[in-house]
C-alpha cells in the first residue's frame, strides 16, 4: 500500500488493497484490545475512548468486507498480529494508537487518491471519503486524549 496517489488503481488492485484495509482494521481492534489490558492503572478517559474505537475498528472492518462484495470481490480475512501483554503505561499505549490511526488515515487517503478515476455511481470514492472521515476523527479524539495527558502527539 506504499504506492503513490498519482498511480491509478484496477478494480481488482482495488480488491486486494481493501482486503489488506480490512485486515489492518481486524489487526487494529485485536491490537487496542491487548493494549486494554496491558495498561497499567488506565484513566477513565483512555478506557472509555478505547471501547469506543474498538468496536467502531471492527465496524470499519465489515464496511470494507461490504465493500469489496459490491466491486465484485471475495474479503479475505489474513490477520498478521502476536503481542505479549507487557505493562505499560496509558501514556505508551495512546502514543501507539495514534500512529496506528495516523497510519490507517494515510492508507484510505492514499487509496482514495488512487481511486479518482472511478464512476462516481460505483460508491467506492464516497466509502473511502467515510473512511477519511472516521479515521481523521479517531486521531483527532486520540491527539485530544494526548494533550489531556499533557503528551505533545507531535513528539
Not at 471519503?129 to 491527539?143: I, L, P
Request: aromatic share 6%; glycine share 6%.
Amino acid at each position: 500500500m506504499n504506492r503513490m496517489s498519482a498511480d491509478l488503481i484496477t478494480q481488482d488492485e482495488l480488491i486486494e488493497e481493501l482486503n489488506g484495509l480490512m485486515a489492518e482494521e481486524l489487526e487494529a481492534s485485536l491490537r487496542y484490545f491487548a493494549l486494554s489490558i496491558m495498561v497499567v492503572q488506565p484513566t477513565e478517559a483512555f478506557s472509555e475512548l478505547l471501547r469506543e474505537v474498538v468496536g467502531e475498528t471492527m465496524e470499519h472492518a465489515g464496511w470494507v468486507a461490504k465493500e469489496i462484495r459490491e466491486l465484485g470481490g471475495e474479503p479475505k480475512i489474513n490477520v498478521k498480529l502476536s503481542s505479549t501483554a507487557v505493562p505499560m503505561t496509558t501514556e505508551e499505549a495512546v502514543a501507539e494508537i495514534l500512529i496506528v490511526e495516523t497510519a490507517a488515515l494515510e492508507c484510505y487517503k492514499d487509496l482514495l487518491g488512487r481511486c479518482s478515476h472511478f464512476d462516481e455511481s460505483s460508491g467506492v470514492k464516497r466509502f473511502l471519503a467515510k473512511q477519511v472521515e472516521e479515521e481523521e476523527h479517531h486521531v483527532s479524539e486520540f491527539r485530544d486524549l494526548c494533550h489531556g495527558l499533557g503528551i505533545d502527539p507531535d513528539a
